[in-house]
């Protein structure tokens, strides 16, 4: 059983940066994708970015292009998001998730293991 917890999430300003870390625990297999989801308060969860664990190889909602990064750090079992040039509309709780699968999706039912949530809060 993959666990995954979150941390980073806060309170900032419009324009600044965050980073939110994942650690995982419980991997057994390399042939696996960690991601991040974000859910806003009355949405639907939605897919933000995600990295295929072996390969590095990363996907990206197109809403999040050029402002976050999705990284990882192999040796410790952590993957990242770092996120830049923060707007209101980042405002969400944001989900770490995984999927015992080399290929990335952005469907929520497509990931098997979730995270708690961070809370992330962007003011004007």
């Known amino acids: 059983q993959v666990q995954l917890v979150e941390s980073g999430g806060g309170l900032v300003q419009a324009g600044s940066s965050l980073r939110l870390s994942c650690a995982a625990s419980?991997?057994?297999?390399?042939?696996?994708?960690l991601g991040w989801f974000r859910q806003a308060p009355e949405k639907k969860r939605e897919f933000v970015a995600a990295?295929?664990?072996?390969?590095?190889?990363?996907t990206y909602a197109d809403f999040v292009k050029g402002r976050f990064t999705i990284s990882r750090d192999y040796a410790e079992n952590t993957v990242y998001l770092q996120m830049n040039s923060l707007k209101p509309e980042d405002t969400a709780v944001y989900y770490c998730?995984?999927?015992?699968?080399?290929?990335?999706?952005?469907?929520?039912?497509?990931?098997?293991?979730w995270g708690q949530g961070t809370q992330v809060t962007v003011s004007s």
């Open positions: 998730a995984g999927r015992p699968s080399p290929r990335p999706r952005m469907y929520e039912s497509d990931w098997t293991d």
């Open positions: 990295m295929a664990w072996r390969a590095g190889t990363s």
């Open positions: 419980g991997l057994t297999s390399s042939l696996y994708t």
